[in-house]
Structures are given as C-alpha cells and as structure tokens.
C-alpha cells in the first residue's frame, strides 16, 4: 500500500480528473435530476439523453469525491456537496464548475509550462482570439462565464457593502461589474449613490435585465465599452477579478484609466461646487 506522502501526491497529479467529473456533472444538471430523488443509471441516462453505460461510470467516478451518493438498491442520490452544483438555488456554483471546466479556462491551463517558460500569457496561442473574443464567439459558454462572475460576486457583495464607505460618493463604477451584483449590494446599501456598470457587449443585456429584477435601473446605467479604451468617470471604481486577466502592461493601462476617470469625477464635483461650468 503507498505510503500517505505517495498518496496524497497521486491527489494531486490526478487532479483534474475531479474537476472534470465535477464540470460535467455541472454541465449535464444530473444534480437537478437528482434533486427530486434518487435514480438508477439507465433511468438518469434516458433522461438527459447519455449513454447508459458511460454515466453509469460516471455516477460511479462521483460518488468516489462525495458529490453522489451509490445507493445499496442499485440507485444513485444526491449529496449535500453535490447540491452546490445545482440550477438556480442560493449558493449555486453550477456555473462556476461549468466555465472553469470548459475549454475557454481548461485548454488555457494546459499550456502553464509554456506560460513558464516564456513569460507570456498562453490564451491567444491556445484559442486563436483574446478570452473575451471567444467567449463573445461561444455564447452558451460566455453566458456560464458571466454567471460564474456573478456567482462569485454575489458571495461577497454583503460584505463589500459593508466595510466600503460610500458615505461621500454620489457614483460608483464597477468595471466589467458582469450582472451587477457588488454595485447593487452598494446601491442598495445607500440609497443616495448611483452607478454604472461597464460592460462587453454581449454582457450588457443580462447586466440590466438583473438590475431591474432588482428596481435598480433608475439608478444604475449599463454602458458598453472597453476599458482599454475609456473608463466611466466615478468616484469610486470597482474592478473585482479583472487585473489578473492581463499582463502588467495592460494592467497598469486600464488602471491609470480608471483613476484619470475618478479624477474627472472629482472635478466635476469641485466646478459644480464653486458653481462654474465644467468642460
């Protein structure tokens, strides 16, 4: 029998494999058929249109990493791990299992080494287009993208709007702010501030359809742009998850945008102030 330092480095050379299992059960909702109750494989297979025998395996692979259970009746259930991966409930991370196991993040990842080696980002040799290029040119995985976003964002929105003061701010941007729900859980912490969302557009229709869900439209514009380009002027910018997509140079170039544009903000608010107009 290996030895636990053995073992546990088998852990984690075969750990893709897991995520993968975790990325298809993800992809193919089995935890949404599973939710009503238990299966059996053949049952579950003709249901979501697979092959018996391969989601037998399958079944089998999940429930070793405790996100299915293997009944003693020959069915298979979900477990309370397992619920995280399902449709539309508080908590979802079914998203986020589907977009960092797609192709747009998974192919990437395969060419770490040579990203090493080089020093340079691997995405345009791996998929032939910037990231966001191709999730605009691959809508279904675009959309599991911009969800897994939200998802994230979501997790700590409460928290956000709790410890930034925006007691001084008349208008935040949130840039590439995916369905908006940092800068709603601001808005709605303060009833005075305003906001804007800057977004791809293939993103902005979601952004404000999730904003009205919440009767936040009045006071929050979706705009579309690219943040290379310009940034909304704001007297606070958000940019959750966005610097580590790029290299430093373009890094540092969108950040000395978005500060340029809270410099503007600034000014605006000074010329109004001292009641001249602003140019």
């Known amino acids: ?11 984690l050379i075969r750990g893709y494999w897991v995520s993968q299992i975790v990325g298809t059960l993800a992809e193919l909702k089995i935890p949404d058929r599973l939710a009503n109750g238990a299966l059996r ?6 249901e979501i249109g697979c ?35 399902r449709s539309n409930v508080p908590g979802t991370m079914r998203d986020i299992a589907v977009a960092i196991t797609a192709p747009g993040h998974w192919l990437s990842w395969g060419r770490l080494a040579e990203a090493v080696r080089s020093g340079k980002r691997q ?11 191709y999730y605009a040119e691959n809508p279904d995985e675009g959309g599991a993208f911009t969800a897994a976003m ?19 701010a008349e208008h935040v941007a949130d840039i590439g702010g995916a369905s908006g ?14 906001g804007t969302i800057l977004e791809l557009a293939d993103v902005v229709p979601r ?19 690219d943040f290379f380009k310009a940034v909304p002027p704001a007297d606070i910018h958000i ?24 410099e503007r903000a600034r000014h605006s608010d000074r010329v109004r102030a001292s009641g001249r107009r602003a140019f």
């Not at 494989?41 to 003709?46: C, I, R, T, W």
């Not at 940019?239 to 809270?262: C, G, M, N, P, Y």
Request: charged share 20%; hydrophobic share 45%.
């Open 181 to 194: 729900a940092i800068i709603a859980a601001l808005l709605e912490s303060n009833p005075g501030l305003h």
């Open 1 to 11: 029998m290996p030895d636990p330092i053995t073992e546990q480095m088998f852990g």
């Open 51 to 85: 092959d018996s025998q391969a989601t037998y395996r399958l079944l089998r692979a999940s429930a070793s990493v405790g996100v299915i259970s293997a009944m003693s009746d020959g069915r298979f259930g979900l477990t309370l791990l397992g619920g995280k991966l």
């Open 239 to 262: 940019l959750k998850q966005i610097i580590h997509d790029w290299d430093d140079e373009q890094s540092v170039t969108f950040q000395l945008r978005a500060f340029a544009a809270t």
């Open 41 to 46: 494989h053949d049952e579950l297979a003709k």
């Open 150 to 168: 939200s998802n994230f964002s979501t997790m700590i929105a409460e928290d956000v709007a709790r410890v930034l003061d925006t007691s001084m």
């Open 123 to 133: 995405t345009q040799a791996t998929l032939g287009r910037e990231l966001f290029q």
């Open 207 to 225: 952004a404000r359809t999730a904003l009205a869900e919440r009767g936040l439209s009045s006071r929050c514009q979706v705009v579309e742009g």
